[in-house]
């Protein structure tokens, strides 16, 4: 079993205050800081990188303590691909970000070691709701979407 990556460098891009900074943001959330809680189970950064009310962000903090509860250790086969298709700005300091998202095989082991099983999941979207905050950008919602919904029309339609 490889051993787990390092909690990942938010990238230049992130000082950014604009759509940038945004696009930045949600491709190290979804690519960088996702692959190192699911490996880690550390929720630290992602719990202080996310609001209260962030139901997908809560929701992975469940998953990876449930990890550690289950004895369970994850490691991805490979880098997340995530690509932005769409950004939407919401107001001055807070973005949609619309990525196309491509998970590589997870492997999933039990505490010692040992092998269990595998999972992969289709080609998703993934809708970010981002904002700045100080010097960071946080996570206020994020939701899942088939490869194929019209989820472009959904920021329009909130906007």
Not at 94 to 110: E, F
């Amino acid at each position: 079993m490889a051993p787990a990556v390092a909690l990942p460098d938010k990238p230049e891009l992130w000082a950014g205050t604009g759509e940038k900074g945004a696009q930045a943001a949600a491709v190290w959330f979804l690519r960088d800081l996702y692959r190192y809680v699911l490996e880690t189970n550390d929720t630290t950064e992602w719990e202080r990188l996310s609001t209260d009310d962030c139901e997908f962000c809560s929701g992975e903090v469940a998953e990876a303590r449930q990890a550690v509860t289950d004895g369970f250790i994850y490691r991805q086969d490979g880098n997340v691909h995530a690509s932005v298709s769409r950004v939407q700005e919401l107001n001055p300091l807070a973005y949609g970000v619309i990525l196309d998202v491509s998970m590589p095989t997870v492997h999933v082991y039990a505490s010692d070691g040992e092998w269990d099983s595998d999972y992969t999941a289709e080609p998703a979207q993934m809708l970010l709701i981002l904002h700045r905050e100080g010097p960071d950008w946080v996570m206020r919602a994020g939701q899942r979407f088939g490869a194929d919904e019209d989820v472009a029309a959904l920021i329009e339609d909130a906007h």
